[in-house]
C-alpha cells in the first residue's frame, strides 16, 4: 500500500498548496484594499490643506493650528501606506523557484520561465 500512501499523501500536498496560494491571494487583495484605503485618506487630507491654504492666502484667516494637524494626519498616514506596501512586496515575491532562481510571485502556480512547480517554502526576510 506503499503507492497509496504516496498517493494520499501528494493529494494532501497538493491541497495544502492550494488553500496556502488562496490564502496568499487573499492577503494580497487586502493589502492592496487597505493601502487603497489609505491613499484615499491621504488624496483628502492634501485637499483639505490645499483648501485650507487657500483660506490663509485669499481671506487671510489663521488656521495654521488646523494646517499643522493635517501635516502631522499626512505624515501618519504616509508611514502607513509605506510600511502596507512593504508588506504586500514581502508577500508577493515570498518565493524563489528552485529549478532557475527566478523570484516568482506567490499568485503564480509554476515558474514563468522554466515552468516548474513552485514550492511554498518562503525566503525568510
Ligand atoms: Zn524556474
Known amino acids: 500500500m506503499a503507492i497509496w500512501g504516496e498517493i494520499s499523501k501528494g493529494a494532501k500536498d497538493a491541497a495544502a498548496f492550494t488553500v496556502k496560494k488562496t490564502e496568499e491571494i487573499t492577503a494580497i487583495a487586502k493589502l492592496k484594499l487597505a493601502i487603497h484605503s489609505e491613499v484615499g485618506k491621504l488624496e483628502k487630507c ?10 490663509i492666502l485669499r481671506k487671510d484667516v489663521d488656521n495654521s493650528a488646523e494646517v499643522a494637524a493635517l501635516l502631522l494626519e499626512a505624515d501618519e498616514l504616509k508611514t502607513k501606506i509605506a510600511a502596507l506596501k512593504a508588506q504586500l ?4 515575491r515570498g518565493i524563489i523557484c528552485k529549478e532557475c532562481g527566478t523570484q516568482v510571485s506567490s499568485e503564480y502556480g ?4 522554466c515552468g516548474t512547480k513552485i514550492a511554498d517554502d518562503k525566503v525568510e526576510e
Not at 512586496?89 to 508577493?92: C, E, F, G, I, L
Not at 509554476?110 to 520561465?113: A, L
Open 46 to 55: 492634501y485637499q483639505e490643506m490645499g483648501e485650507l491654504y487657500y483660506e
Open 89 to 92: 512586496a514581502s508577500v508577493q
Open 110 to 113: 509554476f515558474c514563468p520561465i
